[in-house]
């Protein structure tokens, strides 16, 4: 199967994930400021307490069946020409998984005195940010990655590539997403980091480390850039990763300025989805040598 057109652009791409990004953002405080919203908000947070317990099963799940379609993706995939097995990838993956593993191991058995001393400093930038009356920026940051609005722009992903007709590559898609997400709050569930002060604050959901925003940005922003992106020019990849980046990196800090998170919760958010978004781009890379553009007809 493939699409007719030319690549898509490191522009189209730009103005998607900007376009997306924006829009969120513009949307966080209005939506969130409602009353009712507000609500649906503590709701939201109550079911995912609700299913915590249940989290690591369905998890578990979720790998066999991303296992068994990565395998059956890759044998679907043409002999010639031979695709490529992203053997750079998937160093940086390994490095990156043994990187936030070991600063899991860290967090868990009550840190590091270094980590600590960066937490302490971070926390002591957020809180004069917040003095200087950066908290609302902060808040609508958080509002607009919060999961409902990540869960429906993952959907909505998934939906376009569904009706484009690139049914198996929205599967992987949606996999990966609920993957991140999922073992992200096994992590919060079994590190049990208690959350900083600051963060009575603001409703906040699980405990604190990894930072669910942070990961749920590199995962999102990230894959969708890696699927925008196919087919340009080196140079235009920089650029789109590098936008990329930037999002993530405000999305992170955002955290911190807020008081919900500690910089090390950013950073392992950070770790554990990009060792996450690596395997995806090699997993996906045999599905979509099979289109042209899933953004064009």
Not at 20 to 31: A, D, K, M, Q, Y
Not at 109 to 137: F, I, K, M, T, V
Not at 285 to 293: F, S
């Amino acid at each position: 199967m493939r699409w007719p057109g030319a690549s898509p652009s490191p522009r189209h791409a730009l103005g998607a994930i900007g376009g997306i990004f924006s829009l969120l953002l513009l949307c966080g405080t209005p939506v969130w400021a409602a009353e009712g919203a507000a609500g649906v908000a503590h709701s939201v947070v109550r079911l995912q307490t609700w299913f915590d317990p249940a989290a690591p099963w369905v998890l578990g799940l979720l790998l066999v069946l991303a296992g068994v379609s990565a395998h059956r993706a890759r044998r679907a995939a043409p002999r010639w020409p031979r695709p490529r097995v992203g053997g750079w990838t998937l160093a940086l993956a390994a490095v990156l998984g043994v990187s936030a593993a070991a600063l899991t191991w860290v967090i868990a058995h009550g840190g590091h005195p270094l980590q600590l001393a960066w937490d302490q400093a971070a926390a002591d930038w957020g809180a004069a940010l917040r003095a200087q009356g950066w908290r609302e920026s902060a808040q609508r940051l958080g509002n607009a990655t919060d999961v409902l609005p990540m869960t429906a722009l993952a959907v909505l992903v998934g939906v376009v590539l569904w009706a484009r007709g690139a049914g198996a590559l929205a599967w992987g898609w949606l996999l990966t997403t609920s993957i991140n997400s999922l073992w992200i709050r096994v992590l919060k569930g079994a590190v049990a980091r208690p959350r900083p002060g600051t963060a009575a604050e603001v409703l906040v959901s699980g405990f604190s480390f990894p930072s669910g925003h942070t990961s749920a940005a590199v995962l999102v922003f990230g894959l969708l850039c890696w699927l925008l992106c196919r087919g340009a020019s080196p140079g235009a990849k920089w650029v789109a990763g590098l936008f990329t980046a930037l999002v993530v990196a405000t999305v992170g800090a955002s955290r911190v300025v807020l008081g919900a998170h500690y910089l090390s919760d950013v950073v392992g958010g950070l770790l554990w989805a990009g060792a996450l978004l690596a395997c995806a781009t090699v997993a996906l890379r045999p599905v979509v040598a099979g289109y042209a553009d899933p953004y064009r007809r």
